[in-house]
């Protein structure tokens, strides 16, 4: 089913969504790798404040290329998923409600987003140029040390995305690879 959804998400916005679904993102997301999910997680172990708020915000796992002139981002291709899981568990504790990725999460993390009622989304890898021309406006808001890793405040449009694995466990690459 084709859906359109307005980011922030909420608790019904995410009832609503199920494994299967192709969705458009309209709104704000944040983009956060590797290290910067290093630094998100260690900043809430260390009891300091983040420097975006999570609750019912949606981290797109993206280190953009470069822009190139008059461009607001370069290509910007899903990052392998399953690098941020030790981290994802207390990030959803914490109120993030979305993830856009690729590939496959760990059990513990598909128990944190049923107990969190989150979802995960799959952006198509190799379509990054496709991709990047349905963010409107991109803003490093957090980690610029980290260059292409660091946090990204990101207006979209129409940004494609497909339900892999929704709140209640759902999910799309099992019902797609263990038949």
Do not use: W
Not at 39 to 62: A, D, H, M, Q, V
Not at 155 to 160: A, G, L, Q, S
């Amino acid at each position: 089913m084709e859906k359109y959804i307005e980011a922030p998400i909420n608790d019904e916005i995410i009832k609503d969504l199920k494994s299967g679904d192709f969705v458009y993102i309209t709104g704000t997301i944040y983009t956060a790798r590797d290290a910067a999910h290093k630094r998100l997680y260690e900043t809430i172990i260390e009891g300091k404040e983040l420097p975006f708020k999570l609750k019912n915000n949606i981290i797109y796992y993206l280190g953009p290329s470069p822009a190139r002139e008059g461009q607001i981002i370069g290509s910007a291709g899903p990052t392998t998923s399953s690098r941020m899981d030790k981290y994802t568990p207390l990030l959803l504790d914490k109120g993030l409600k979305g993830m856009i990725g690729k590939g496959k999460r760990s059990e513990e993390v598909i128990d944190s987003m049923n107990k969190n009622n989150a979802v995960y989304f799959a952006a198509i890898g190799g379509a990054g140029a496709l991709l990047s021309k349905c963010i409107k406006k991109s803003e490093i808001i957090a980690y610029e040390d980290l260059g292409t890793e660091a946090v990204r405040k990101l207006e979209v449009e129409k940004f494609p995305v497909i339900v892999v694995i929704d709140n209640e466990r759902n999910n799309m690459y099992k019902q797609i690879f263990d038949k």
